[in-house]
């Protein structure tokens, strides 16, 4: 939630020699792992993406629907759909995947399967934490199919010489769903800098939370009337793009808050455990 996410250009673009097929995790979400791996990375490494997987999972749906009944389920489906809407903008074609957990019922996993198909969505049920390989059949196959029948029309949400405050506007209103975006006076100082310093052309990459939609972690499901706010700019000038930090998001990664050093212990013999 505060870099693009996603491997580096090297092994993606040697996997690309290799294989037929090449698949990568493009970080969290549409908002933004896939916005940042279509309009950041694709760019720099001229890569043209064929197909979108949306993994979903029952779980999911059900805490942006908040609670945990088949009702919350289906409530939860609208955070679902913004995420379709979000990947609609970069014109390319998307299945979805739904990551089955082993408390999943088939009456839930039938509730997405009905959605998908009542919207013309491909979908496959992915069970390869308990099928392994063979799990993953369905899709692998769907994938191959959606990719050699329905062409990608890649493109980037916004051009790179944008104002600085356009391209973050793009982002929050397009794909966030947020109604505007405000700047603290730090924000409004770091913009006129890159400006200055004739950094104000580079791509945008947003430190947002990855639980909401929003910049505020609660806000769940599919908010609306929210807006967006700037705290400050950060200059990633290196690696090319810029951060605005929103909310209350920090750049420290997300640790527990009991780390797991506390349940490693090595007895007189030598033997270790809680590993």
Same mark, same amino acid.
């Given at each position: 939630?505060?870099?693009?996410?996603?491997?580096?250009?090297?092994?993606?673009?040697? +996997?690309?020699?290799?294989?037929?097929?090449?698949?990568? $995790?493009?970080?969290? @979400?549409?908002?933004?792992?896939?916005?940042?791996?279509?309009?950041?990375?694709?760019?720099?490494?001229?890569?043209?993406?064929?197909?979108?997987?949306?993994?979903?999972? &029952?779980? !999911?749906?059900?805490?942006?629907? =908040?609670?945990?009944?088949?009702?919350?389920?289906?409530?939860?489906? +609208?955070? #679902?759909? *913004?995420? #379709? $809407? /979000?990947? !609609?903008?970069?014109?390319?074609?998307?299945? %979805?995947? &739904?990551?089955?957990?082993?408390?999943?019922?088939?009456?839930?996993?039938?509730?997405? $399967?009905?959605?998908?198909? =009542?919207?013309?969505?491909?979908? !496959?049920?992915?069970?390869?934490?308990?099928? @392994?390989?063979?799990?993953?059949?369905?899709?692998?196959?769907?994938?191959?199919?959606? %990719?050699?029948?329905?062409?990608?029309?890649? =493109?980037?949400?916004?051009?790179?010489?944008?104002?600085? *405050?356009?391209?973050?506007?793009?982002?929050?209103?397009?794909?966030? @769903? +947020?109604?505007?975006?405000?700047?603290?006076?730090?924000?409004?100082?770091?913009?006129?800098?890159?400006? /200055?310093?004739?950094?104000?052309?580079?791509?945008?990459?947003? !430190?947002?939370?990855?639980?909401?939609?929003?910049?505020?972690?609660?806000?769940?499901?599919?908010?609306?009337?929210? *807006? %967006?706010?700037?705290?400050? &700019?950060?200059?990633? +000038?290196?690696?090319?793009?810029?951060?605005?930090?929103?909310?209350?998001?920090?750049?420290?990664?997300? #640790?527990?808050? =009991?780390?797991?050093?506390?349940?490693?212990?090595?007895?007189?013999?030598?033997?270790?455990?809680?590993?």
């Amino acid at each position: 939630n505060i870099a693009h996410g996603t491997n580096s250009l090297i092994s993606s673009l040697l +996997a690309l020699k290799l294989s037929d097929y090449f698949v990568t $995790e493009a970080g969290f @979400g549409s908002d933004l792992g896939a916005e940042k791996y279509f309009d950041i990375v694709c760019p720099i490494g001229n890569m043209h993406p064929d197909a979108v997987v949306l993994v979903v999972t &029952i779980r !999911a749906l059900k805490r942006n629907g =908040q609670g945990t009944n088949l009702d919350a389920l289906k409530a939860g489906i +609208a955070n #679902l759909e *913004k995420h #379709l $809407e /979000n990947i !609609a903008h970069f014109k390319i074609p998307v299945i %979805i995947a &739904i990551n089955r957990f082993t408390d999943d019922t088939d009456e839930e996993l039938t509730i997405i $399967e009905h959605y998908c198909d =009542q919207h013309n969505i491909p979908s !496959a049920i992915l069970d390869v934490w308990a099928e @392994g390989g063979e799990g993953g059949i369905e899709l692998a196959g769907k994938l191959v199919n959606l %990719i050699h029948n329905k062409p990608s029309y890649y =493109q980037r949400l916004y051009k790179p010489n944008l104002p600085i *405050k356009q391209k973050i506007e793009l982002i929050a209103t397009k794909i966030y @769903g +947020a109604d505007r975006v405000v700047y603290t006076v730090s924000a409004e100082k770091d913009i006129n800098l890159c400006e /200055n310093l004739g950094l104000d052309h580079l791509p945008i990459c947003i !430190a947002k939370t990855p639980y909401s939609l929003s910049d505020d972690p609660f806000l769940i499901g599919r908010p609306k009337g929210f *807006k %967006i706010t700037v705290r400050e &700019i950060g200059f990633s +000038a290196g690696a090319g793009f810029l951060v605005p930090m929103t909310g209350k998001t920090t750049t420290m990664p997300g #640790l527990p808050a =009991q780390p797991m050093s506390d349940t490693i212990n090595i007895d007189d013999t030598g033997k270790i455990t809680g590993i």
